[in-house]
């Protein structure tokens, strides 16, 4: 069976998807253009790849949610769930749009909704990082404008803030990303490559033996563990920055599971990963355009 990977690659080769470089809103002919380019084991993906990756997840998470809700909230996801193929045009209207259902639901209508997926996945995740042996999904994201350490510093506000729109608008598959304290996320969210939901807690206070080497290379960098409830090592993440001489940053992302999963797991976390922080990279240069 193909994976996300391949039906991307097979899909922008087909449609002959190019390189064009997306635009902030509002852009005009002297606003420095944005280009996001992901690279996905050293293969490179414009933003539409990343896009169409997106749309088709903005439906899967919209056809989960709508047979758990009220009408009128199940109402709001019915310009997601019109059209079955993945429609790049209407992305980010669509991810505001279920954005918006899971604020309105409630963090403990999201728990609730999810607690069946939880029951399953917690004793399996304590059990595949039983070994404590851990293995890498990474993705790098290019952008042509913005800091390494203005996007950290932007980030690491939002979570301070407890900014949840922010957190949950970046990925469909963020069904609920709290700070319950500055420096700390509880994160319920459905991995790329997974068919259930996992929650987990992620210090970012607490860096010690993380299992993700440092690359000399990035000087910025944020990292922690990724813990159950009853404090269970289950992951981990390290994202690293760098300031590009030619202007922008390039951001090297990389989260460690447990290295008993399965290998397409890490290959499909990648796109997970390019689809997050290319939206939290249009965030943070939309809140302070360069």
């Known amino acids: 069976m193909p994976t996300r990977r391949s039906f991307l690659t097979m899909t922008a080769l087909a449609t002959g998807v190019g390189l064009t470089p997306w635009a902030l809103p509002g852009a005009s002919a002297a606003t420095p253009t944005l280009e996001l380019t992901t690279y996905i084991n050293d293969r490179r993906y414009d933003r539409t790849a990343v896009l169409?990756?997106?749309?088709?997840?903005?439906?899967?998470?919209?056809?989960?949610?709508?047979?758990?809700?009220?009408?009128?909230?199940?109402?709001?996801?019915?310009?997601?769930?019109?059209?079955?193929?993945?429609?790049?045009?209407h992305v980010s209207r669509d991810r505001e749009k279920l954005a918006d259902v899971k604020l309105r639901m409630g963090r403990e209508a999201i728990r609730d909704h999810l607690a069946p997926d939880l029951a399953i996945t917690e004793p399996i995740s304590v059990l595949a990082a039983a070994m404590d042996e851990w293995s890498a999904s990474r993705t790098r994201v290019d952008s042509s404008l913005g800091?390494?350490?203005?996007?950290?510093?932007?980030?690491?506000?939002?979570?301070?803030?407890?900014?949840?729109?922010?957190?949950?608008?970046?990925?469909?598959?963020h069904y609920l990303i709290s700070s319950p304290r500055a420096g700390a996320q509880e994160v319920l969210e459905v991995t790329g490559g997974a068919m259930l939901a996992a929650q987990f807690f992620i210090d970012y206070t607490d860096t010690a033996g993380v299992p993700i080497e440092e690359d000399p290379l990035y000087p910025v960098q944020t990292s922690g563990w990724a813990r159950t409830s009853d404090g269970t090592n289950?992951?981990?993440?390290?994202h690293q920055f760098r300031d590009n001489p030619g202007g922008g940053f390039s951001?090297?992302?990389?989260?460690?599971?447990?290295?008993?999963?399965?290998?397409?797991?890490?290959?499909?976390?990648?796109?997970?990963?390019?689809?997050?922080?290319s939206n939290w990279v249009t965030g943070y240069l939309d809140s302070a355009p360069i």
């Open 251 to 277: 951001a090297m992302l990389t989260v460690a599971f447990p290295a008993t999963l399965p290998p397409w797991m890490f290959t499909e976390h990648q796109w997970h990963l390019a689809c997050e922080f």
């Open 147 to 173: 800091t390494a350490q203005g996007f950290l510093d932007w980030f690491n506000g939002r979570t301070e803030q407890n900014d949840e729109r922010s957190m949950l608008v970046a990925n469909p598959d």
């Open 234 to 238: 289950i992951g981990a993440v390290r």
């Open 52 to 89: 169409q990756w997106e749309a088709r997840r903005l439906k899967v998470a919209a056809e989960r949610l709508s047979h758990h809700l009220p009408a009128a909230l199940s109402a709001e996801l019915g310009a997601l769930l019109d059209d079955s193929a993945p429609n790049v045009e």
